[in-house]
C-alpha cells in the first residue's frame, strides 16, 4: 500500500471513529441493525384430497414451505393440520411438507422429497390409523438445494410434539395460498388413492 493511500485511509477512519461507525460501514448486513433475515412458515398448498376410508373421514394435504430446520418444518405442519382440521373437521388429517425448491409434482412428492409428516386425530376413537390425537415423523436434517432430504427418519416424542403445539401462535393455511386460487383436490369418490404417507 502506497503511502499517501495509507494516510488518507487513516484519515477517513480517524473522521469515521474507528471503533464505532466504521465497523458498522465495514460489517456484514446480517449483523447491520434493523436488519432480518427471511423467516420460515411460508407454505403453499401443492395437493390436497378429501376422502373415506370406511366410516372415516380422511384429509391428507402436502404443501411445500421454506423451512429448513427440522424443528421449524414440523411446526408449520402442526399448524396446518390444526387449521385443516378446525375448518373441514375430518376424523383425521394427514400433512406431509416439502421444500419449495424441490419437485412439485404429485407422482414425485414421495420419499427423499417429503421432510415431515404430521398425522392429527381430534378425536383418535374414530379413526384406526392413529392411537392418540398426534403423529409426527421428520427427516433429521435440512434440504439439499434441489429440494430432498437425505437423514435419518425420526418419530417424534408426545412430550416434543406437545411443546411445538404450544408455540404456534397463530393457527391459520397457508399463506401462499390466493383467496381465488384452490388447492388441487380429487373428489372424495373411493376411486382415486390418495398419496401414502410416508413411512407407510
Known amino acids: 500500500m502506497s503511502r499517501k493511500l495509507a494516510l488518507l485511509s487513516g484519515a477517513f477512519l480517524f473522521v469515521l471513529g474507528a471503533s464505532g461507525t466504521a465497523a458498522l460501514v465495514f460489517a456484514p448486513a446480517a449483523i447491520m441493525p434493523g436488519y ?52 373441514l373437521h375430518p376424523d383425521l388429517v394427514i400433512v406431509q411438507v416439502a421444500d419449495n425448491r424441490g419437485p412439485m409434482s404429485r407422482a414425485e412428492l414421495r420419499g427423499a422429497a417429503i421432510g415431515a409428516e404430521i398425522a392429527y386425530a381430534p378425536n383418535p376413537t374414530r379413526t384406526l390409523a392413529v392411537s392418540q390425537p398426534w403423529e409426527v415423523r421428520y427427516v433429521n436434517a435440512v434440504p439439499t438445494s434441489t429440494g430432498y432430504y437425505f437423514g435419518e427418519r425420526i418419530d417424534m416424542p408426545q412430550s416434543d410434539i406437545e411443546t411445538l403445539t404450544h408455540e404456534i401462535d397463530l393457527i391459520a393455511g397457508c399463506d401462499g395460498d390466493l383467496v381465488d386460487e384452490e388447492a388441487q383436490t380429487v373428489a372424495a369418490g373411493g376411486h382415486d388413492e390418495p398419496a401414502k404417507p410416508a413411512g407407510h
Open 36 to 87: 432480518k433475515e427471511e423467516t420460515g412458515g411460508h407454505c403453499k398448498t401443492v395437493y390436497q384430497s378429501e376422502f373415506r376410508r370406511g366410516k372415516e373421514n380422511r384429509l391428507i394435504a402436502v404443501i411445500s414451505g421454506n423451512d429448513r430446520e427440522p424443528r421449524e418444518r414440523v411446526k408449520t405442519g402442526l399448524r396446518l393440520a390444526r387449521h385443516l382440521s378446525d375448518t
